[in-house]
């Protein structure tokens, strides 16, 4: 494991656009689904097996693919099929708006540190950018770390994010969000070994769970003239 590229690509600090959404939280509040710290585990672990094991199949796919190699670089049609994939098993155009802007901001801030070809591959895949699980498993292969590397690093950031938007929307105390999260780290292990295994079967057989619940919040969410997060 390359432990550091590893913690940078992961970091909050990096500028890659997901401190601005809180992955569905925003909408879960509002309805009054998430109002504490346990209910935040419940949301955080409904994410995390649902989207949170897609996301870091597919990451961790994106990693095996940028290793296939074509005359001028790792094969573009392989980051294009699962691009495709992802974009069929995200059923909410909000979220795949989200999605895209995610990996466009994302391969940018990569860019900067980790240059390299399957970034550029990644990025071919469509105009608007590739969706962030592909756009994270190409920065994990520019910097060089593992598909389990990637997983795992998916799989936190799909219950991270929105646990860090909970103490703006919920005013809820800091210790008790890492509370959750310190809970929740043998599930995110789970998750990412099950993803890496996905990750060798076919591309066209990778997870495909869904959270019909957090797909109906996105599109109400979209619609909303004030909202603190964009997603």
């Known amino acids: 494991m390359n432990l550091t590229s590893l913690l940078m690509l992961t970091d909050s600090r990096l500028p890659a656009g997901t401190h601005a959404h809180s992955g569905g939280l925003e909408a879960a509040v509002a309805a009054g689904r998430v109002g ?16 949170g094991l897609t996301g870091a199949a597919f990451a961790a796919a994106a990693l095996e693919a940028a290793v296939v190699e074509t005359v001028g670089g790792p094969d573009e049609a392989l980051f294009a099929e699962l691009d495709a994939e992802y974009e069929a098993r995200t059923p909410s155009p909000a979220q795949r708006r989200a999605s895209r802007k995610l990996g466009r901001q ?11 070809p399957a970034l ?51 005013g809820i105390d800091p210790d008790a969000v890492t509370a959750v999260l310190a809970a929740l780290e043998p599930v995110i292990q789970d998750i990412a070994d099950s993803a890496v295994k996905a990750a060798l079967g076919p591309i066209s057989e990778l997870p495909s769970f869904s959270a019909p619940r957090l797909d109906i919040s996105a599109e109400h969410h979209s619609t909303w003239e004030v909202r603190l997060f964009a997603s």
């Open 106 to 116: 994302l391969l940018r801030a990569v860019r900067a540190g980790w240059p390299g």
């Open 36 to 51: 504490d710290a346990a209910d935040l585990y419940s949301f955080l672990l409904g994410r995390l097996t649902t989207a």
């Open 120 to 170: 550029v591959a990644a990025a071919a895949v469509h105009p608007e950018g590739p969706h962030q699980p592909i756009a994270f498993g190409a920065a994990g292969a520019a910097a060089g770390l593992s598909a389990y590397d990637v997983a795992v690093g998916s799989a936190l950031g799909s219950v991270s994010g929105p646990a860090n938007a909970a103490t703006r929307l919920l």
